[in-house]
């Protein structure tokens, strides 16, 4: 029912900014209904498991961060545009990995990669030193 779409992954040099973005699409998005969905970034790196990165509710804009990116990365969405964006500055190596859009009907900002319901296919992110 929800398709989600990530975009803007790319090779950055340490200490610099990219912005990643995940278009989300659907019979639930074209409704009032996706006002009740919460969005969420996760990334995994080789070899290590996926991790909660931030999140935020499409109504309302509550955001959460991870305590490794607070400060340095801002979560925002587009109502319009039914894209939800992760501007990241700052970037170290620690920060690469494939990062993941993830979507759920939620009312409560939700950290865990098992509780989301759908995902995206993910975005390569390559900070080099």
């Known amino acids: 029912q929800v398709q989600l779409v990530e975009s803007g992954g790319g090779l950055v040099q340490a200490g610099g900014s990219l912005r990643i973005s995940c278009a989300a699409s659907g019979r639930t998005f074209s409704s009032s209904i996706f006002s009740n969905y919460v969005m969420g970034w996760f990334r995994q790196a080789p070899g290590k498991e996926r991790e909660f990165v931030s999140a935020?509710?499409?109504?309302?804009?509550?955001?959460t961060y991870a305590d490794s990116v607070k400060g340095r990365f801002s979560i925002s969405r587009d109502n319009a545009k039914n894209t939800v964006y992760l501007q990241m500055n700052s970037l170290t190596p620690e920060d690469t990995a494939v990062y993941y859009c993830a979507a759920r009907a939620a009312i409560v900002l939700l950290t865990t990669a098992r509780e989301y319901e759908y995902w995206g296919q993910g975005t390569q992110v390559t900070v080099s030193s």
């Open positions: 935020i509710m499409w109504s309302g804009g509550r955001t």
